[in-house]
């Protein structure tokens, strides 16, 4: 899953598109206003300096949702450097997914194993927040997500538990300074796309 990125303030007119966030290029190719950044042969991103001359975005770090007006103007770029175009995103990443089941954490007294319906699919996951019960809905950062910190969210095994999926507080869903407890979504259903309603 790639995720596009701007900010004036820090950054000045250049919108990011990051494709592998935890590789770090080794080689730049640029065409005009279009960076194309590679680890060995794999593209991990594209730097599209002076944007603003193409189009203007309001944003401050990642970009969600991302708009298919955008994704137009950033696929005129990238097919203007020869580049592959970018899908359109039909996902944002995030998702809802409704708690059927908690379980106090074997090894971790302050932590807690949660199955959740995301949608039909059941996955499991470890938090630290406590904030909710069985029935309540969360949003949860799913396998591949680039998150607005730049990282990639990738599924494993932690202490043979499986971890699916990352549970958000609104502080990491940039919807408000709360970083200690999850964000509840119960005003929506379980599956649904956080960002892409």
């Known amino acids: 899953m790639s995720a596009l990125f701007y900010n004036y303030k820090t950054n000045g007119d250049i919108l990011f598109l990051v ?3 935890e590789s770090y290029p080794d080689k730049a190719v640029t065409k005009g206003d279009v960076v194309a950044l590679y680890k060995g042969e794999t593209l991990v991103g594209v730097n599209f300096l002076n944007i603003g001359k193409v189009c203007k975005i309001h944003a401050d770090g990642l970009i969600v ?7 137009d103007v950033v696929n005129c770029l990238l097919e203007g450097a020869m580049l592959a175009k970018l899908d359109y995103f039909a996902s944002s990443g995030y998702k809802v997914g409704k708690v059927t089941k908690i379980e106090e954490h074997p090894l971790d007294e302050k932590k807690r194993i949660l199955t959740l319906d995301l949608g039909g699919l059941s996955i499991s996951t470890v938090t630290r927040y406590s904030n909710f019960s069985v029935g309540d809905n969360l949003v949860l950062v799913t396998d591949g997500t680039i998150k607005f910190d730049g990282t990639k969210f990738t599924k494993r095994l932690e ?3 499986p971890i699916e999926a990352e549970v958000c507080s609104g502080n990491d869903l940039k919807v408000n ?7 509840l979504a119960n005003d929506l259903e379980a599956g649904d796309d956080f960002f892409l309603r």
């Open 19 to 21: 494709n592998e966030p």
């Open 159 to 161: 202490r043979n538990i």
């Open 65 to 71: 949702p991302v708009d298919d007006k955008l994704v």
């Open 177 to 183: 300074d709360d970083f200690k407890s999850a964000f």
